[in-house]
Nanobody, 115 residues
Framework: QVQLVESGGGLVEAGGSLRLSCAAS????????MGWYRQAPGKQRESVAG???????NYTDSVKGRFTISRDNVKNTVYLRMNSLKPEDTAVYYC?????????WGQGTQVTVSS
């Protein structure tokens, strides 16, 4: 049974930082690409960052240079370090993994950035 558990969200002032964590179980973590998505109120869920099993990363343009995705294959955990946060980063952030054609999601963690 695949399980993804996010943590680390919270309320932060603009310009601040947060680090999100996603602990994964039920998968061969080190062989899987992992992703972070977010969904703001009234908007569609969007991809924020991804990391392959080899450690290659990609980011949506709006977070490049501010966010860093990383992984720890011993702890089966993927991280999202978020610096220079802006009010428009406010959203629920979700961890994601695919096993075959099936997508799995965590419960999400709320990030709120005040201006």
């Amino acid at each position: 049974q695949v399980q993804l558990v996010e943590s680390g969200g919270g309320l932060v002032e603009a310009g601040g930082s947060l680090r999100l964590s996603c602990a994964a179980s039920g998968i061969s973590f080190r062989f899987n690409a992992m992703g972070w998505y977010r969904q703001a109120p009234g908007k569609q869920r969007e991809s924020v960052a991804g990391i392959t099993s080899a450690g290659s990363t990609n980011y949506t343009d709006s977070v490049k240079g501010r966010f860093t995705i990383s992984r720890d294959n011993v702890k089966n955990t993927v991280y999202l370090r978020m610096n220079s946060l802006k009010p428009e980063d406010t959203a629920v952030y979700y961890c994601n993994v695919y096993r075959g054609p099936q997508a799995y999601w965590g419960q999400g963690t709320q990030v709120t950035v005040s201006s």
